[in-house]
C-alpha cells in the first residue's frame, strides 16, 4: 500500500458509529456517536447508481461471458475496462468485497487511513510470527471493496526506476515489459493535474494526459516542504533534489504525487476505470459481494487441464453460483487471495494440499512462494509550534477540516500523508558490499526510501492528546528477503498463513538500519534547527547500531506492498507461475493479472507498477484470444502437471540472482 500503514488517531475519529453504512459495523467495541460521526453521516458523498453493478447472481444477464475477472481491485478494473472497449466483448467481474460508493473516508484523501485494517473494506488478515519482527504479527491489509487496495491505500503514485522494468524483460526474456516499450501505457493510462505556477516540482514530458487515472502534486503547503528544499541545498551531495522520480531517474528527494483527481478527492481504480462512463457499458457486468471459491477444471486441451468455470459465494452462508468463460478466467486478487484460490483450486505445492485434503491438478511449488514486501519503519520526531496536523484530528477539528474539505476541496485533508519523498543508495563503499552485490536493480535504483509526514503516523500507536510531530518513514525498497502464504484449511472464507519473513537477510537488516542514520543526518541539517525539538519514544534510544536494530526489530511494520506469490518467469521455465504472456503455467485458460505476478518490487508504491502491468496485460488477453479458441476434451480424472521439487531451490537461487 502506498505510502504508510493507517494512522491511528485518524481512526479512532472516524470508526466507531452507525451511519449511512450501518451494517459495516466498523467498530463494535464502540457504542455512541461521536459528533466528528454525526457530521459523516449528514456528509455522506453521493454518487450516480451505476448501471451494471450488480449485488444479487439473480440479477445478471447470463451465466456464460468471454470472459470472467476475478478481483476489481487495481489490476482487475484496468482488464474489464480494457477489454470491454471492443463492445462485442462480454465481460464479469466478481468482486468480493462492497461498493466505493458514498464511502467518506475513501473519497477525502486524509481519511483514508481509517479504512483498514479490522473494517468492512479490509479481508482483516494477520501475518503470523515474524522472527525478523522478535515474533510480532501484524495486520495485513488488503482492500476488500471496488478498486481494491487502490480505494484503500495512501495514494502515493510512483511508476518505479527504469532500471526495474528492464529488469523485469531481462528475468522474463520478454522485451516487451522494458521501459522504453512500457511507454505507450503512461498516456493511455494516466491524467497529470497540471499545475501552472509549479513547474519546478514535475517533469511534463514524463507524465500523460489523456488517460484514466487521476494524478497530481498535493494541493496544500505544509510547514515542512521549504525545510525540506533546503535540506536538498545544503546536503546536496546526499540529499540531491530530484525535478520528477516518475520519469525513470528514481534517485533523490522529489515531490509526492498521488492518485488525487482535480477536485481533490481520491482517484482509484474504482473511480476511474470502473467510473459511470465504463460501467455503465452494456457489455460489462460487475458483481460485489461475490467470493470466488473454486476454480473448476472443465476439460483438457493439448493434454494439459483446462479452467473456464468459477464457483462463487454471496457470503460465507450464502448463495453458491458458478459462471462460465468461453475464452479466459482472469485472476486478479492480489497477491494473498490469487495464489489461495489456486490452491483451492487444486493449482499448487501438492504436498501443501494433500495436507489439507485437497487434490493437486497442477503440482506447482512456486504457488504462492517468493512473497515479497517492503518493511515500513516509521520515526516520530517532536516539533515545535502548532503547524503540524495533529491538531487538525483533536477536538472539533476534525469536523471543521471535514466541513472546510466538502464546501472547497481544500485544507489539511486534501492531500495524502507526505508531501516529500526520497529514494536513495548507499554509498558504494558500504561494508556490506564487500562480499555482497549489490541487489538493486541497476545503478539508477534506489536502496532505500523514506518519506516525510506534517503528522503523527504510528502504527498501532495512538497519538498522544498534545503535541506536535512530524514522521519519516524509511524502507529497503529493494529487500532480499522472501516469505510465503499458504491455506490454513480448505476454506474459501478462512485466513491464509501470511509471512513476509521480514528483515531475514543481513542486507535486509543492513540497509533497513543505514536507512536511520539516513534520516538522521537529514534531520541534522540547519534547516531543521530550531523546529525539531527531538526523537520520540523508543526512537530516542536508536543512537548505536544495537540500539537501532532493537528501535526497528520493536517498530517496523509492513507498507502492504506484496508481491511475488504467483510470479512471472521465462516461457518453459520450470519454476514460476505464469509465463511472461501472464498464462497460468501447466493449464489452459487462466492468465493473472495483478501485483503477484510482479518477480522483484520496484522502486515505488506499487499501485503505479501494478497499473501498468494491467494495461500490458490487457493487451496480451486481446492479442492471445484468437489463440484461445481450442476445443476441449472433457475427461473424468485430474490430470497432473508437475513441476520438480527442484523448482523450489532453484526458484530461491534465481530470485536473488543480482543483476
Given at each position: 500500500?502506498?505510502?504508510?500503514?493507517?494512522?491511528?488517531?485518524?481512526?479512532?475519529?472516524?470508526?466507531?458509529?452507525?451511519?449511512?453504512?450501518?451494517?459495516?459495523?466498523?467498530?463494535?467495541?464502540?457504542?455512541?456517536?461521536?459528533?466528528?460521526?454525526?457530521?459523516?453521516?449528514?456528509?455522506?458523498?453521493?454518487?450516480?447508481?451505476?448501471?451494471?453493478?450488480?449485488?444479487?447472481?439473480?440479477?445478471?444477464?447470463?451465466?456464460?461471458?468471454?470472459?470472467?475477472?476475478?478481483?476489481?481491485?487495481?489490476?482487475?478494473?484496468?482488464?474489464?475496462?480494457?477489454?470491454?472497449?471492443?463492445?462485442?466483448?462480454?465481460?464479469?467481474?466478481?468482486?468480493?468485497?462492497?461498493?466505493?460508493?458514498?464511502?467518506?473516508?475513501?473519497?477525502?484523501?486524509?481519511?483514508?487511513?481509517?479504512?483498514?485494517?479490522?473494517?468492512?473494506?479490509?479481508?482483516?488478515?494477520?501475518?503470523?510470527?515474524?522472527?525478523?519482527?522478535?515474533?510480532?504479527?501484524?495486520?495485513?491489509?488488503?482492500?476488500?471493496?471496488?478498486?481494491?487496495?487502490?480505494?484503500?491505500?495512501?495514494?502515493?503514485?510512483?511508476?518505479?526506476?527504469?532500471?526495474?522494468?528492464?529488469?523485469?524483460?531481462?528475468?522474463?526474456?520478454?522485451?516487451?515489459?522494458?521501459?522504453?516499450?512500457?511507454?505507450?501505457?503512461?498516456?493511455?493510462?494516466?491524467?497529470?493535474?497540471?499545475?501552472?505556477?509549479?513547474?519546478?516540482?514535475?517533469?511534463?514530458?514524463?507524465?500523460?494526459?489523456?488517460?484514466?487515472?487521476?494524478?497530481?502534486?498535493?494541493?496544500?503547503?505544509?510547514?515542512?516542504?521549504?525545510?525540506?528544499?533546503?535540506?536538498?541545498?545544503?546536503?546536496?551531495?546526499?540529499?540531491?533534489?530530484?525535478?520528477?522520480?516518475?520519469?525513470?531517474?528514481?534517485?533523490?528527494?522529489?515531490?509526492?504525487?498521488a492518485t488525487i483527481d482535480g477536485n481533490n478527492a481520491r482517484s482509484s481504480a474504482a473511480t476511474a476505470y470502473l467510473g459511470p462512463d465504463f460501467i455503465s457499458r452494456p457489455n460489462l457486468h460487475v458483481l460485489i459481494g461475490a467470493t470466488a471459491t473454486k476454480l473448476v477444471q472443465t476439460g483438457t486441451v493439448d493434454d494439459v487441464p483446462s479452467f473456464h468455470k468459477v464457483e462463487f459465494k454471496t457470503g460465507?452462508?450464502?448463495?453458491?453460483?458458478?459462471?462460465?468463460?468461453?475464452?479466459?478466467?482472469?485472476?486478479?486478487?492480489?497477491?494473498?487471495?490469487?495464489?489461495?484460490?489456486?490452491?483451492?483450486?487444486?493449482?499448487?505445492?501438492?504436498?501443501?494440499?494433500?495436507?489439507?485434503?485437497?487434490?493437486?491438478?497442477?503440482?506447482?511449488?512456486s504457488v504462492g512462494k517468493n512473497l515479497t514486501d517492503h518493511p515500513l519503519l516509521a520515526s516520530v520526531y517532536s516539533v515545535q509550534g502548532t503547524d503540524s496536523f495533529d491538531d487538525v484530528f483533536r477536538g472539533d477539528n476534525l469536523e471543521k477540516a471535514i466541513g472546510e474539505w466538502m464546501q472547497n476541496g481544500t485544507g489539511a485533508l486534501a492531500d495524502g500523508v507526505c508531501n516529500h519523498l526520497a529514494f536513495?543508495?548507499?554509498?558504494?563503499?558500504?561494508?556490506?558490499?564487500?562480499?555482497?552485490?549489490?541487489?538493486?536493480?541497476?545503478?539508477?535504483?534506489?536502496?532505500?526510501?523514506?518519506?516525510?509526514?506534517?503528522?503523527?503516523?504510528?502504527?498501532?500507536?495512538?497519538?498522544?492528546?498534545?503535541?506536535?510531530?512530524?514522521?519519516?518513514?524509511?524502507?529497503?525498497?529493494?529487500?532480499?528477503?522472501?516469505?510465503?502464504?499458504?491455506?490454513?484449511?480448505?476454506?474459501?472464507?478462512?485466513?491464509?498463513?501470511?509471512?513476509?519473513?521480514?528483515?531475514?537477510?543481513?542486507?535486509?537488516?543492513?540497509?533497513?538500519?543505514?536507512?536511520?542514520?539516513?534520516?538522521?543526518?537529514?534531520?541534522?541539517?540547519?534547516?531543521?534547527?530550531?523546529?525539531?525539538?527531538?526523537?520520540?519514544?523508543?526512537?530516542?534510544?536508536?543512537?548505536?547500531?544495537?540500539?537501532?536494530?532493537?528501535?526497528?526489530?520493536?517498530?517496523?511494520?509492513?507498507?502492504?506492498?506484496?508481491?511475488?506469490?504467483?510470479?512471472?518467469?521465462?516461457?518453459?521455465?520450470?519454476?514460476?507461475?505464469?509465463?511472461?504472456?501472464?498464462?497460468?503455467?501447466?493449464?489452459?485458460?487462466?492468465?493473472?493479472?495483478?501485483?503477484?505476478?510482479?518477480?522483484?518490487?520496484?522502486?515505488?508504491?506499487?499501485?503505479?507498477?501494478?497499473?501498468?502491468?494491467?494495461?500490458?496485460?490487457?493487451?496480451?488477453?486481446?492479442?492471445?484470444?484468437?489463440?484461445?479458441?481450442?476445443?476441449?476434451?472433457?475427461?473424468?480424472?485430474?490430470?497432473?502437471?508437475?513441476?520438480?521439487?527442484?523448482?523450489?531451490?532453484?526458484?530461491?537461487?534465481?530470485?536473488?540472482?543480482?543483476?
Amino acid at each position: 500500500m502506498a505510502c504508510l500503514r493507517h494512522s491511528h488517531h485518524i481512526k479512532t475519529k472516524l470508526i466507531g458509529c452507525s451511519n449511512d453504512i450501518a451494517a459495516y459495523k466498523l467498530d463494535a467495541r464502540l457504542h455512541s456517536c461521536s459528533s466528528t460521526m454525526v457530521l459523516l453521516r449528514s456528509l455522506w458523498l453521493v454518487a450516480p447508481a451505476w448501471a451494471a453493478l450488480y449485488t444479487s447472481p439473480k440479477d445478471l444477464p447470463d451465466t456464460t461471458f468471454d470472459y470472467v475477472v476475478v478481483g476489481a481491485g487495481t489490476a482487475g478494473s484496468v482488464v474489464a475496462n480494457r477489454l470491454t472497449e471492443d463492445s462485442n466483448v462480454t465481460v464479469l467481474v466478481l468482486e468480493a468485497g462492497v461498493t466505493n460508493e458514498n464511502v467518506t473516508a475513501s473519497i477525502i484523501p486524509l481519511l483514508g487511513p481509517s479504512l483498514v485494517p479490522n473494517t468492512v473494506f479490509d479481508y482483516n488478515y494477520t501475518t503470523v510470527p515474524i522472527a525478523g519482527y522478535f515474533n510480532r504479527t501484524l495486520p495485513y491489509a488488503r482492500g476488500r471493496m471496488l478498486g481494491g487496495s487502490s480505494s484503500v491505500n495512501y495514494m502515493v503514485y510512483t511508476r518505479g526506476s527504469k532500471d526495474d522494468f528492464d529488469r523485469y524483460a531481462k528475468y522474463s526474456g520478454d522485451d516487451g515489459w522494458s521501459w522504453d516499450s512500457m511507454q505507450k501505457y503512461i498516456d493511455r493510462h494516466e491524467t497529470f493535474i497540471t499545475p501552472s505556477d509549479r513547474r519546478e516540482q514535475f517533469a511534463a514530458d514524463a507524465h500523460g494526459t489523456s488517460g484514466i487515472l487521476q494524478v497530481s502534486l498535493p494541493a496544500t503547503g505544509t510547514v515542512l516542504d521549504q525545510r525540506v528544499l533546503d535540506t536538498t541545498t545544503e546536503l546536496s551531495d546526499e540529499f540531491p533534489f530530484n525535478e520528477d522520480p516518475n520519469d525513470g531517474s528514481v534517485l533523490g528527494v522529489a515531490w509526492s504525487q498521488a492518485t488525487i483527481d482535480g477536485n481533490n478527492a481520491r482517484s482509484s481504480a474504482a473511480t476511474a476505470y470502473l467510473g459511470p462512463d465504463f460501467i455503465s457499458r452494456p457489455n460489462l457486468h460487475v458483481l460485489i459481494g461475490a467470493t470466488a471459491t473454486k476454480l473448476v477444471q472443465t476439460g483438457t486441451v493439448d493434454d494439459v487441464p483446462s479452467f473456464h468455470k468459477v464457483e462463487f459465494k454471496t457470503g460465507s452462508q450464502g448463495d453458491t453460483g458458478s459462471v462460465s468463460a468461453t475464452t479466459e478466467i482472469v485472476l486478479s486478487g492480489g497477491s494473498i487471495n490469487t495464489p489461495m484460490l489456486l490452491m483451492l483450486s487444486g493449482i499448487g505445492d501438492q504436498d501443501e494440499l494433500k495436507d489439507l485434503d485437497i487434490t493437486a491438478i497442477v503440482n506447482n511449488p512456486s504457488v504462492g512462494k517468493n512473497l515479497t514486501d517492503h518493511p515500513l519503519l516509521a520515526s516520530v520526531y517532536s516539533v515545535q509550534g502548532t503547524d503540524s496536523f495533529d491538531d487538525v484530528f483533536r477536538g472539533d477539528n476534525l469536523e471543521k477540516a471535514i466541513g472546510e474539505w466538502m464546501q472547497n476541496g481544500t485544507g489539511a485533508l486534501a492531500d495524502g500523508v507526505c508531501n516529500h519523498l526520497a529514494f536513495l543508495r548507499l554509498p558504494d563503499n558500504s561494508s556490506i558490499f564487500d562480499g555482497m552485490a549489490d541487489p538493486a536493480a541497476g545503478p539508477n535504483a534506489a536502496h532505500i526510501e523514506f518519506i516525510v509526514s506534517n503528522l503523527w503516523v504510528q502504527p498501532g500507536i495512538p497519538a498522544p492528546e498534545t503535541g506536535s510531530f512530524m514522521t519519516l518513514t524509511t524502507t529497503v525498497i529493494s529487500p532480499t528477503s522472501r516469505g510465503w502464504m499458504k491455506l490454513a484449511n480448505d476454506d474459501p472464507f478462512g485466513k491464509p498463513l501470511i509471512n513476509p519473513n521480514y528483515l531475514s537477510t543481513e542486507w535486509d537488516v543492513f540497509a533497513l538500519r543505514e536507512s536511520i542514520k539516513t534520516i538522521q543526518r537529514f534531520v541534522n541539517a540547519s534547516a531543521w534547527d530550531n523546529y525539531v525539538i527531538g526523537p520520540f519514544g523508543q526512537f530516542a534510544n536508536a543512537t548505536t547500531d544495537d540500539g537501532i536494530d532493537t528501535y526497528m526489530r520493536n517498530n517496523s511494520a509492513t507498507f502492504f506492498h506484496p508481491i511475488s506469490t504467483a510470479m512471472m518467469s521465462p516461457k518453459g521455465a520450470s519454476w514460476g507461475v505464469v509465463d511472461p504472456d501472464l498464462r497460468v503455467k501447466g493449464v489452459e485458460g487462466l492468465r493473472i493479472v495483478d501485483g503477484s505476478v510482479l518477480p522483484y518490487l520496484p522502486n515505488a508504491h506499487t499501485q503505479g507498477p501494478i497499473y501498468l502491468f494491467a494495461e500490458r496485460g490487457a493487451d496480451l488477453i486481446k492479442a492471445g484470444s484468437s489463440a484461445n479458441a481450442s476445443s476441449s476434451t472433457e475427461t473424468d480424472g485430474a490430470s497432473h502437471v508437475s513441476f520438480s521439487a527442484f523448482t523450489i531451490a532453484l526458484t530461491i537461487l534465481t530470485m536473488t540472482m543480482l543483476y
